[in-house]
């Protein structure tokens, strides 16, 4: 385990409970982190590269600054080691591009942290869009608003900075979920502030989107509001946070229903005859496995390591959720419309 910090220990527990792997070592130059390891009863080493020299295991997770995401994947791309990056991919673009070529080229192991993937919740979701549930896609409302204390700064004060920030930090998680129900973003509008704390980086965002099929969307982003619409506060699949068992982040719709995320609560038409405004929906509530997908990621990295299992979020589609967010900062920064080139990786506006 690369990193000691919050999500690097969601990822030691994970491990730890997975039957098949076993905790080799803990890698942080922090004394929190020496303590860490010794609790774990594994060694402790203050760099990557005094690992890969002295101990060098089958797989790493590198849950670091998100600086050191692409330097310390060539590490271990280059000793050959499997990887399961936290995201973002990278802080730019042009970064991940570079690192994705590498990944691609040298068919390594990569497993790009976006975890959400990995939630029966999710998985659900998408299978109800794809199977037609919904009819015809036709929009999606989606937020992540919550509170950050000002201890989330103080203990790490690079979140405050350029490369940090929700749209990077959080946002990206959503924009995956996005790509999964919706399909590819292709392009983008976005007014951000950062009146609230005043940082170098963002707190509160609003995006418009349009998809490639034609689905139109808007999100709204905040870390500095009081407010439970964000994934952590309404999935109940991290218990570190609160749940709000009535609240949303997500509203599908389609032409014969809709459906809200991640309660599952579905209102549809029972035919195309009986559409219309004036006509009562049929409303279900579809029941859900809750599932930590932190821990489901980490089974899955353990296949991928020993069964040869490809990732399900490849560094392509880390690259690609980055574009997005890329393209986000920009539109806000340009007060215009950004489009998306996903084949050519490339922005307009």
Sequence with gaps: MAGAGYIGLAHIDAAQRTEGLTLSAV??????????????????????????????????????????????????????????????????????????????????????????????????????????????????????????????????????QKGAGPILLNLIHDVHNLRMLCGDIVAVQAFASNAMRGYEVED????????????????????????AKSWEHTSQENKAYPSCEDEDCYVLSGTMGSLSIPTMRMKSYPSEQERSWWKPFAVESLGVQREDPIARQMVHFRDMISLDQAPLVSARDGLLNLLVTEAITLAAKKSQMVEIDFENQTLKF
């Design 27 to 160: 890698v942080d130059p922090s004394l929190h982190a020496k303590e860490v390891a010794q609790k774990a009863g594994v060694p402790w080493y203050g760099s990557l590269e005094d690992l890969l020299e002295q101990d060098r295991p089958e797989g790493v997770v590198l849950a670091t600054p998100n600086a050191f995401h692409v330097p310390h994947t060539v590490m271990c791309l280059d000793a050959g080691v499997a990887c399961l990056l936290e995201k973002p991919i990278a802080p730019t673009v042009s970064q991940a591009q570079f690192l994705v070529q590498r990944i691609e080229s040298d068919r390594s192991k990569v497993l790009i942290g976006h975890h959400r993937a990995h939630s029966p919740i999710m998985q659900k979701a998408v299978s109800i869009v794809q199977g037609g549930g919904l009819g015809k896609l036709v929009a999606v409302m989606g937020s992540a608003t919550f509170f950050k204390p000002p201890q989330y700064f103080t203990d790490a004060p690079w979140r405050t």
């Design 204 to 227: 509160t965002v609003s995006i418009n989107l349009r998809f490639k099929n034609g689905v139109l969307g808007t999100f709204l982003l905040s870390d500095a509001a009081a407010s």
